[in-house]
């Protein structure tokens, strides 16, 4: 345990679930080597076991453990305390934008669903039999399709927008940024039922490149590029087909 | 696919507008000199074509610019939907085309 | 206590590669089944195919063929592999890759014409791994993941399983019983067929890489109903996890193999490279050698602050080391670790079982109507698993156990009984912390994690495996004696703390006991007292069950059904 | 403000959009004044003179600053939306400000 309050961290963890809830102080002894989700565990084994938290890989790959620290969406096990913490003190809390199940836990169910309205799984055409298909590397679609594609769908990015906050329909950075990665890839045959969705009353329009995704996208993507990148083909996509009206 | 025609709307009046409003800048700038009289700005503008259309075309972009950006303002920072915005998104472009254009004959119509 | 019943034709459990290929399968085979899957954490968010990094082993590139990668994978386990199912894997595996890549959507690195490309993976003769960068997890699990959520496939996200039920006469499995982790509220799920893919995970040592919520469940209800478990003593250690303190989750998870590769040392707590006195190689000797190599340096003593020794790049470049190794360098650096400069402290750490339950090569078990495929199931890596050959072993079987389960549900128009009994003994059972007086389960899993490490590690022998056996006996006890103080049954994850400290202990003890009924030194199992291979045409490999509370042990011949010791399939060997 | 706010590029984001409600609001009072013209060169002189007024100046040099930023802004996300990717949106998003800080500072410098 820790000597002194010094060495102690004060951490205000929010408590309660989808009813409402408040926050509630905790002295955790400070580490060398700790994560904020090491601050947490440390809460839930040695000073209140009801604390409830998600994570699984503890590595950043899972994206199963995002709260807002001091406000700011992280992925907790990847963010050291000496990062964030200020004059020794630390406020954690279930993501935004998601509906809470309790304490630090929340319902990640409408992220993925706006990820599946955004038509965002692949479609192809060839089978198993088949040898896999010869795609250059270097080819800018394919680096397009790449830019976007290590995505864990930790959420962070659609906790940081504020267009989710006012308009509970958009699709979101995340579901919008696998769209585009889905849009770029030469093997995939929905591309225009994609961009039907995502050019619809809830797609990529509604972004007014807040940036937020992109800043704290602990895997460096950038979703706003990519909305870019949606927002113009969605546009050539409308001309071609008033064209293609008016030329019959 | 109302949202990617008001998009699409909005960007092409900011793109007609930008070098409407770099000549309107420049001219300011350039003509204040410590003041500006009646006298001086309708001198320059009334009976002439150019400016005519430049504000007109100024006017009519705005209104349709001004009118989407206060529909999305409306919507995601006071909630509204429905008729309610259309109809308060219609009257903002509506009330701005009549008085930009009022405007514009004042000062580029001969009295 | 009340539970609500639900039926489906397919139960899958978990959501790793096996658990998912099963659901895809399983719907593509009979789009009108009702495919139901159950899963601890969040679908494809849990468990370890995400935690994927090096790649996945197929022989797709020229000049590489099937028989090719079956000889490595029997050599690689010391020729104790089930022959049917490796060959079935490696077989399959190129199949797999190509629905992965085609049908699903997966993108693997490419070479500059097109052509996917191969990397070369420890123990292996020729390149064959295909991979995304150094997170081919994340691209197949999210892939898999997107297609699960597209098709018609009920989810029972953070629910977790924690009975096996049979029918009244114990000949057929009739459903599961699950703990609904948001509610806490249970529920038993009535089905046709059940595919348990949970997962395995050696999360009982001190130092471990699997995800947090594998904690061995699925074979410790394997284990309840009698079933047998082969291979158990084969734990496969990974050389390099990081050390970084007791008290953070950090400390275990993988530093890449491929540190060694491109040249790094391994220091002792004095600075000193010892890997030269062990092996050849050096530090780029073999996983085993390696880690037994680090063990043996920790029990001398000559250790880091934190116990273990150190990894050091920094000869090859700062800048080199950042450029090669970006996501290894970041992670290290987002923990307040320098590894592209400075040096890293290390740690052998348990990454993966071999052992499982046992099955034929569809996946079959001995009680109808449950399947298993993934970690779960033994036998096709028999004594050692390669590197690359675990994610191709959980998507090959699982996709095989959709394809059957379907067949099988598609048949079959009732639902069996299940044995009620059971389920309200269960149920109890897992209501036990909520009885008992408050205790210090924290104490109960440091101890569990020193025991296993400790006495049933990486270097073993008779004597310390059976301390750690008494241990264990008197650690199952203590957690019996041991409560919450709580009664709040939402999202209470120390309940399932507890409930995790209850399969890691049942499986500890069987790991104990093959490991002690082992008398010989193979791939991951390594007795100091018994340090010969034994004759490889001798090759048995063990089978461990509970029968009435008692633990069994027997051993089986290894049968060399396509090649035998000493043979080849490949010409020129 | 949350802290999720804190970062530049919401900032700019803001800055647009207050900008541009900011010359919603103003336009129309803009045009109320030309079209007094309407009525004769006095009545639009009379407004003039009164914008000699010291205050009436400072708040005429907010306007057009208010045009230059979202002006520039716009310009900043016209090209976001439809040039390639930059990785410079920070420095552009102050480029943006400080050219709008200048030309508004230009025009007042010639008003007085
Ligand atoms: C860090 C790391 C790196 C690895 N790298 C490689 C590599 O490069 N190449 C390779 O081939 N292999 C690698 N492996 C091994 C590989 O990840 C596994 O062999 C494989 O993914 C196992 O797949 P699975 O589907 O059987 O289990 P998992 O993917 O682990 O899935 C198990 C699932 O079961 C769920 N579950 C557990 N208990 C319950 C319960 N009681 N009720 C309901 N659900 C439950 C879990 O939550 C999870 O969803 C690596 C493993 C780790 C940990
Ligand atoms: C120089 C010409 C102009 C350009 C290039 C321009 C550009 C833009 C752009 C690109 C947007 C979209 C922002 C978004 O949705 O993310 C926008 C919004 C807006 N513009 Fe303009 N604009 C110009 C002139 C004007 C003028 C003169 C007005 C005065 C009424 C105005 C009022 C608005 C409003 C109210 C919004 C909505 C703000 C928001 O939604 O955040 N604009 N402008
Ligand atoms: S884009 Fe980045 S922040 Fe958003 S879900 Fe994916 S990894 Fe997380
Ligand atoms: S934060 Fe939101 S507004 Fe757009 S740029 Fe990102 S989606
Ligand atoms: S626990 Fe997996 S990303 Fe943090």
Redesign the interface.
Known sequence: MADSVEDSITVSVWRGGARGGDFQDFQVPQQPSQTILDVITWIQRHLDASLSYRFACRVGMCGSCAMMVNGIPRWTCRTHVNKVMVDNRLTIEPLRNLPVIKDLACDMGEFFEKWRQAEGHFQGSSSRDETVAAISPKSSQRQAANAAIECINCAICYASCDVVTWNRDYLGPAALNRAWSLQNDQRDCARDERLKVVASDAGCHQCHSQQGCSTYCPNELNPTASIAGLKRMSVHWFMDQKNRQRHG | ????R???AQ?AT??IM?PL??LH?GV???A????????E??ARTRGSLFWGGTYGLF?IA?SVH?AI??R??L???F?LRGPVLSVLCWL?GA??LV??L??V???VGT? | MEYQTLKTDVLILGSGGAGLFAALHACRANPELDVTIAVKGLLGKCGCTRMVQGGYNVALSPGDSIERHFMDTIIGGKWLPDQAMAMRLCETAVIRVQELENELGCFFDRNEDGSLHHKAFAGQTFDRTVHKGDLTGIEIISRLMEQVRAQRVQLMEEHRAIALVPSRDGDALAGVLMIDMRSGEFRLVQAKTVLMATGGGPTMYRYHTPSGDKSMDGLAMALRLGLGLRDMEMVQFHPTGLLAGRDTRMTGTVLEEGLRGAGGFLLDGNGERFMKSYDDDAERATRDIVSRAIYAEMREGRTTPNGGVYIAMSHLGADVVAQKFPGMVKRCADCGFDLAGGRVEVVPTAHYLMGGVVVTPDTRTSLAGLFVAGEDAGGAHGANRLGGNGVANSTVFGGIAGDEMAAQASLQNFWIDPDTSLIEAAIEQTMTPYLQAVGDINSIRDRLLDVMWDGVGVLRDANGIRQAQTELASLKTELMATGLGDDNRVFNLSWHDWLNLQSLIEVSEIIAAAALSRENSRGAHYREDYPEAGGLDESYFTIARVDREALQVERQPVEFSIVKPGESLLEND | MKAHRKQPLYFAFLLHRLSGLGMAFFLPFHFYVLGLALEGNAALDRFLHWSELPLVKFAEFGLVFLLALHFFGGLRLLALENLPWSKRQKNYAAVALAAAFFVACGYLLRAI
Do not use: K, T
Request: net charge positive; proline share 2%.
């Open positions: 696919m109302v949202e990617l008001l998009y699409m960007r900011a793109a930008a409003v770099l800048l300011m700038i350039y204040i000199q410590g003041g500006l009289s009646a006298d700005i309708l006017v705005v001004a950006g206060l999305n303002i919507r995601e920072w909630r903002c009330g701005l008085a930009g009022r405007a004959v004042a000062v009295p």
